[in-house]
């Protein structure tokens, strides 16, 4: 056997090529965001754009000296935890039934999670807006996560249903002949073997709450804003001060950047979910 | 209690905190966009003033020239982005299904655009399409091509938001049909190549129509998106000039945080959420975990 027949072949210098310009392209209009956030401001307002350039910490210190980004980042971080691990729990256990027993309102929860699944935050905006008023949650960190947790659960017990689904039901069968309690069988048995659907479900979880702005910039306020909707502090009716956007708009971009370079693998099977066979 | 009636009870518990959670935070506040649809309620007032108008929003809604413009650029975006997508997605992975060495870090690289925020989507081609010192701009001077001031005329900031939709969801096409290529049986390709189908007639023949229901379910998720969107066109135009940028999502915003009419806005939210749902069921049909599972 040689070494071909594991790793897939080198392809032509036509299809390197092609998979270059695509990169490229795709990375291209982020690193010029990325250059951007150390321009100073005449540097940006240059008609010419340049590679070269004395790049400046001065956006970097502005946005967290007088913006107190690290305030907002701090809120959202421990949102996004919040979120992530709230959904994580309540979406396995949930998956976790729909796919090992056979209940009453098993098929209606089924069909309802499958259609809330693509329920625009839009429609919730308003609604949202007006409840959490008046349960007096506005403007709280929890408020936000409670929100994003909803609109995660759809997704992750879908996805993880998927996983549970696929897992030999032996295994669990075994371990109760052995005298495990159903609580035991999901703890010991199925939660470690479900370890490449969490990673998945996490990242796309905490993607969402990490990311989202629309939401946010409704449901908090000034002292309760996270990184995206913070944002809009820098678009003005004068302009947009772009120097400082751009550094804001890198420290947003970051944490997904390093996910997807470190677990490239389970955001693929989490995209992908759905519509191609695991 | 029985430990019968207990293994009973056991579902009901695991579902119960995730079933708690989406009633409050989905199920009751589009019960309640309902409720508020049919009232005349502006933003900031208090709700004891709120009037009952039964479904004059929706009659309201219906006669709006804003919403039908609304609609209108939302349906061309979602049909010319989309469209754009699918077929560039599908070609490239055509082209690029043969698994090659470092085809691992290029994927890495394409899903980077969909993995970042909207907002700093939004905000990166803002500053690409710029009049004054945006670099499309000085790409397109270095061509010969005099610069445009593409986020001010509509038409150009309609193909601004088309361009940047293509840049991040492209790769999705291009990752869905290439998971699905590479999925396919090589026995039936090979068949296909023995009876003498050149490559053009193994895609069309062969290969596209067994991912047909991949492909279905991609362009409907697309779909769906191009509804949901509104944080990029936040961010990069809010929807002008005028209204030619204006998805229905951020009409839905606008009208009850700049207008200020939240009982309008729940009513223009119940036609979107019937929109997107029927998208949503078109996907059940094709492709229903609940119906693939594997034991009954």
């Known amino acids: ?278 | 209690m029985t430990p019968a009636r207990l293994a009973r009870l056991t579902p009901y518990v695991y579902i119960l905190p995730a079933v708690l959670v989406m009633v409050a935070g989905l199920a009751y506040p589009i019960a309640d966009a309902v409720r508020l649809s049919f009232y005349d309620w502006p933003l900031g007032t208090d709700w004891a003033t709120a009037r009952w108008v039964g479904l004059e929003a929706f009659g309201e809604m219906l006669r709006s020239r804003q919403v039908w413009t609304s609609m209108g650029v939302t349906f061309a975006f979602v049909v010319i982005a989309v469209a754009c997508e699918m077929v560039l997605g599908i070609a490239l992975a055509l082209f690029l299904e043969k698994p090659v060495r470092g085809m691992r870090f290029f994927r890495t690289i394409f899903v980077l655009p969909m993995m970042i925020a909207p907002i700093c989507v939004g905000l990166i081609w803002r500053y690409l399409f710029d009049a004054n010192f945006g670099p499309i701009n000085q790409w397109i001077g270095a061509l010969g091509i005099a610069p445009r001031a593409w986020l001010a005329e509509p038409g150009l900031a309609f193909a601004a938001m088309v361009l940047t939709d293509i840049w991040q969801w492209t790769p999705f096409v291009f990752i869905m049909v290439l998971a699905g290529l590479q999925g396919l049986d090589s026995s039936v390709i090979e068949a296909a190549r023995i009876d003498g189908a050149n490559w053009w007639q193994q895609i069309v023949r062969v290969k596209l129509p067994i991912i047909q229901p991949i492909l279905i379910v991609t362009l409907l998720m697309r779909m769906i998106d191009g509804f949901r969107g509104l944080e990029v066109i936040y961010v990069m135009t809010f929807g002008g000039p005028g209204q030619a940028t204006e998805l229905f999502s951020l009409h839905i915003y606008k009208a009850a945080f700049i207008s200020q009419k939240l009982g309008y806005s729940a009513a223009l939210s119940i036609l979107l959420l019937v929109i997107v749902a029927v998208l949503s069921l078109a996907i059940l049909m094709i492709a229903n975990p609940l119906k693939g599972s594997t034991r009954q």
């Open chain 1, 1 to 278: 056997m040689s070494s071909s027949d594991l790793a897939p072949p080198r392809g032509s210098p036509l299809h390197y090529m092609l998979l270059g310009v695509l990169a490229l392209a795709c990375l291209v209009p982020m690193v010029m965001m990325v250059f951007t956030s150390f321009k100073t401001e005449a540097q940006i307002f240059d008609t010419q754009w340049s590679w070269l350039f004395a790049p400046t910490l001065d956006n970097y210190r502005s946005v967290i000296q007088d913006g107190h980004i690290d305030r907002y980042l701090l809120n959202s971080l421990k949102i996004s935890i919040a979120a992530t691990l709230i959904t994580l729990m309540l979406g396995t256990m949930c998956a976790y039934a729909m796919a090992r027993f056979r209940f009453l309102g098993r098929e209606p929860l089924g069909y309802a999670t499958l259609i809330l699944r693509t329920l625009p935050p839009a429609v919730l905006a308003v609604p949202v807006f007006v409840i959490w008023s008046a349960w007096g949650i506005a403007d709280t960190l929890s408020g936000v996560v409670l929100v994003y947790v909803a609109l995660n659960l759809p997704f992750t017990i879908w996805l993880l249903y998927g996983f549970i689904d696929q897992l030999p039901i032996e295994l669990e069968e075994a371990a109760a002949i052995d005298g495990c309690g159903p609580f035991k069988v999901f703890w010991k048995i199925v939660l470690p073997l479900l370890k490449p659907g969490l990673a998945a479900a996490s990242i796309f979880t905490f993607r969402l709450a990490w990311n989202e702005f629309i939401l946010s910039f409704i449901l908090t306020n000034r002292v309760t804003r996270t990184l995206p909707a913070s944002i809009s502090n820098y678009i003005t009716d004068t302009g947009v001060e772009w120097g400082k956007i751009m550094a804001a708009g890198v420290l947003i971009a970051l944490p997904p950047l390093i996910f997807t370079f470190v677990a490239a693998k389970q955001i693929i099977t989490g995209l992908t979910a759905g519509a191609v066979k695991g």
